[in-house]
């Protein structure tokens, strides 16, 4: 569907055509008519399928043609993370240019400066608030805003929000807005959580789902089969003989990610990190730097996977496998963009094999595996159904002797322990065996 067919206003046709916006995604095509219907809504939709012009198209065409309150926050919009606040609000700048509407954007990790730039939006009533939900409550909590004139709550990836445990902070928030407005949730996972969200704060609403898209064609997706250890050697030897250029590492915990960027400047490579320990100014210049290639590799947590728009990443490297294939399609997902090609490269240590085999279910096809250079030592069988039914504790063969060690560890604990039952009339708290 083209956007002219949608029945948006001509400010908003021009914001449109000025941004060379033709073509509707599958979910804008499904969600701007139920929202300019004032309908509530739940949408299933992950990132990258246009979901943040799915509700801020409707959401202006709605100001700019209904009656609404001047000089009070008439619309709230909740982000899980800084990154997706930020981009709301460009996207907001972007579409709402030749309309009169203000937007401020609350988020917290920068300066004093933009505190009173939030506060006076704030109480001055900016149209649309897009805010992160610890920032917007520390306002909250301080002054007096006017919620009054609130028409409409939007809340963008509900599932990471609850999962970053904002539920109680949102339902805070929730509380202080009028009843009668409308309500929209976007969603990449619908679990019992989200479910039970929705029925507490939306009305009846609209159920739209868009399947999960499988990573596009354009993206070379490969792995390697190895060792926990061996994984930092594996990337000295892929920039052995070519620079890296706009390469994105991903790790799972942040503490990793510090080691990881470490250990790459102590080889020489130009490296840095983006975790939530940074402060506000501090990401901005890591993404600047990296943006502008003085930084060749960001090496990151999933904090990055959502929510930042950059486009000519040339490979994307996950250090761990994520947890689920949602998490491994939004990594990837941030190479082969704009129609360009890309490449994604998987490290799958032994205890990692089962949660790649359920990608590769996901994807419906076996990812190609690059073999271990060879002087980098022998490698572990890819036997994801054996791994599973061996356990988690006998599923890394580590470096020569350690696995000795810990056996030899494990069967001292279980002597221990038979001792300790003999001699105590009751059972040893501390029961779990070592791994």
């Known amino acids: 569907m083209l956007f002219t067919e949608l029945p948006l206003c001509d400010a908003l ?109 704030l109480l001055s009533g900016a149209d649309v608030v897009i805010a992160t939900p610890g920032r917007l409550l520390s306002h909250i909590n301080l002054y007096n805003i006017d919620f009054s004139g609130v028409k409409y709550f939007i809340l963008d990836e509900a599932d990471r929000m609850l999962d970053m445990g904002f539920f109680d902070d949102i339902m805070k928030i929730e509380k202080l807005l009028p009843k009668d407005r409308q309500t929209i ?98 990401r901005n210049s890591v993404m600047h730097e990296f943006r502008n290639e003085r930084v060749d590799i960001l090496v990151a947590t999933d904090i990055v996977s959502r929510g930042i728009d950059i486009d000519d990443i040339s490979l994307i490297i996950n250090f761990d496998v994520p947890y689920d294939a949602e998490d491994y399609v939004h990594r990837i997902g941030r190479t082969a963009r704009a129609g360009d090609s890309g490449m994604a490269i ?4 032994p205890d990692e094999q089962l949660r790649f085999s359920r990608i590769e279910k996901f994807l419906q096809k076996n990812i190609y595996k690059i073999p271990v250079p060879p002087e980098l030592g022998d490698v572990p069988e890819y036997n994801p159904e054996k791994r599973r039914k061996e356990g988690r504790k006998h599923s890394d063969k580590p470096q020569r002797g350690i696995g000795k060690k810990r056996t030899q560890e494990s069967t001292e604990k279980k002597a221990q322990k038979k001792t300790s039952k003999k001699t105590q009339s009751r059972p040893d708290k501390n029961n779990q065996t070592g791994s």
Not at 22 to 48: F, M, N, S, W, Y
Not at 99 to 105: G, I, K, L, N, R
Not at 217 to 244: G, H, M, N, R, W
Request: charged share 25%; hydrophobic share 40%; net charge neutral.
């Open 13 to 121: 046709q021009d914001g449109l055509q000025a941004m060379n916006f033709k073509e509707t995604t599958p979910v804008q095509e499904q969600a701007i008519p139920v929202i300019l219907r004032k309908k509530d809504v739940i949408a299933c939709a992950q990132t990258g399928t246009g979901k943040t012009a799915a509700f801020l198209l409707p959401l202006l065409n709605n100001l700019q043609t209904e009656p609404h309150e001047h000089h009070k926050v008439n619309a709230i919009i909740m982000a899980p993370t800084r990154e997706l606040a930020q981009q709301i609000d460009q996207q907001m700048e972007g579409f709402s240019y030749f309309t009169p509407f203000s937007s401020v954007a609350v988020y917290g990790g920068n300066d004093g400066d933009a505190w009173e730039v939030q506060k006076k939006g």
């Open 346 to 349: 998987t490290f799958v240590s």
């Open 185 to 282: 949730m976007f969603s990449a996972t619908m679990p019992p959580k989200i479910q039970q969200l929705a029925k507490t704060i939306l009305h009846d609403p609209e159920e739209i789902t868009i399947a999960v898209a499988r990573p596009p064609e354009t993206i070379l997706q490969t792995a390697y089969i190895c060792y926990e250890s061996q994984k930092i050697e594996i990337v000295k030897q892929l920039f052995s003989d070519k620079k890296p250029n706009k390469v994105i590492l991903f790790s799972g915990k942040k503490q990793k990610v510090k080691e990881i960027a470490k250990t790459l400047r102590k080889m020489g490579l130009s490296a840095d990190a983006m975790h939530s320990d940074l402060e506000q100014t501090e």
